[in-house]
């Protein structure tokens, strides 16, 4: 028997609300999912807290979440790559029912269903599609709910050894796999990682499962750094000053060299200016965090050093290399949940995100699996 689809619709800014929704039903070449585990991303906090990420606003009611993963409950048309739940009774007699319960397939949902078509979708980017429809970005509607449809290609059977939480959080581990794909992290670069929240930590493990020799990693506060070096930090910056040029110094002192490659996690602008002047001649800065739409940046620096500025949106074919790496053991996400709440606290969970503590805020979505 369905549970009641519950889902965590925000409203509007700043009016988040648990309402009951029909529960979907698969089309062609979809799945149903029974939500398990949803991680809350800043992106979900910002559009609550403000109603708006750059020119994406909330206009109508909008189920959040995007980082998730669940059991495959009903399949649409089409669908044959992945099974659902079955529940057989197989054998009765005077003194007991024997009930056979088949699980479906648990998966990871990638978020971003991308058009298809395009000349992005068609040349292997499809991060880049401009029709592509994201889970929980408006006006699409994303997964912290009882039951949500997606496309089955964007749905990745977990293995055995991989939990929910973990599938969840294939979500930003692929950004981090996005990020230093684009960025070349190989055998042996020096990495320099500013902003040591969920996306910093993810970029730095990614990047020590390719063989970095070393990674730096920067940020303002002593807790996240000391959880860093838990997390495979080779070095530790404490940054105290918004000058860039301090705190590439620094990085530079305690790296020993100038590193190959910056990967920018914080979106401050003091940060794209110690990731310009660290950076080695020819080496690379990728512009993973978000800030300003404009920024001053000491542009000469970079271009007489031919440091190439890149930039990343999300991932695209990341989500099964992220899958491998975790199922290898390559990287460990699992310390990074920090605190679990229940669907039903939804608002809660949310308040503590706000407050920034913690790494990452794990809601579980499942009434029947802890
Ligand atoms: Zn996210
Ligand atoms: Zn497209």
């Known amino acids: ?81 992945l099974k659902v739940v079955l529940h057989l009774t197989s054998v009765e007699t005077d003194c007991f029912t024997f009930t056979c319960t088949c699980p479906g397939d648990r998966v990871a949902i990638e978020p971003g269903v991308p058009c298809r078509y ?97 990674v730096v990693i920067t940020d303002i506060d002593v807790k996240r750094l000391e959880f860093a070096r838990q997390m495979g930090a080779d070095v530790t910056v404490h940054v105290t000053s918004r000058d860039g040029q301090e705190v590439a110094d620094q990085v530079v002192q305690r790296l020993g060299c100038h590193p190959d490659v910056t990967i920018e996690c914080s979106g401050a602008e003091s940060s794209i200016h110690a990731g310009i002047y660290a950076t080695q001649p020819g080496g690379v800065l990728m512009i993973v965090g978000l800030g300003r739409r404009l920024a001053t940046i000491p542009l000469l620096d970079a271009a007489l050093k031919e440091v190439d500025i890149r930039g990343n949106l999300r991932y695209a074919n990341d989500y ?35 407050k920034g503590e913690g790494i990452k805020v794990m809601i579980h979505c499942d009434k029947n699996k802890a």
Not at 26 to 54: L, R, Y
Not at 160 to 168: H, I, L
């Open 1 to 81: 028997m369905s549970e009641p689809n519950i889902s965590a619709v925000l409203l509007e800014k700043g009016n988040l609300k648990l309402e009951e929704r029909p529960i979907p039903k698969p089309g062609k070449n979809e799945v149903q999912i029974a939500m398990h585990s949803v991680g809350i991303c800043g992106s979900d906090v910002h559009f609550w807290t403000d109603g708006a990420i750059g020119p994406f606003v909330v206009k109508a009611p909008m189920v959040l979440g995007h980082e998730s993963s669940g059991t495959v409950s009903e399949l649409g048309k089409g669908v044959s790559h």
């Open 118 to 214: 395009c000349s992005a979708c068609k040349g292997g980017r499809y991060n880049l599609c401009p029709e592509v429809k994201f889970c929980a970005t408006p006006p699409v509607d994303g997964s912290l709910c009882r039951y949500y449809v997606h496309p089955a290609d964007l749905c990745f059977k977990l293995p055995d050894n991989v939990s929910y939480e973990e599938g969840a959080l294939l979500e930003p581990l692929s950004v981090g796999v996005h990020a230093c794909r684009r960025s070349e992290v190989t055998i042996g670069s020096k990495v320099f990682i500013c902003g040591a929240g969920p996306i910093g930590l993810v970029c730095l493990q990614v990047a020590k499962a390719r063989g970095a020799a070393q």
């Open 320 to 354: 099964p290399t992220a899958l491998a790496m975790i199922a290898s053991g390559q990287v460990n996400v699992k310390p990074l949940v920090s605190h679990r709440y229940s669907l039903e606290q939804t608002l809660e969970a949310f308040e503590f995100a706000k």
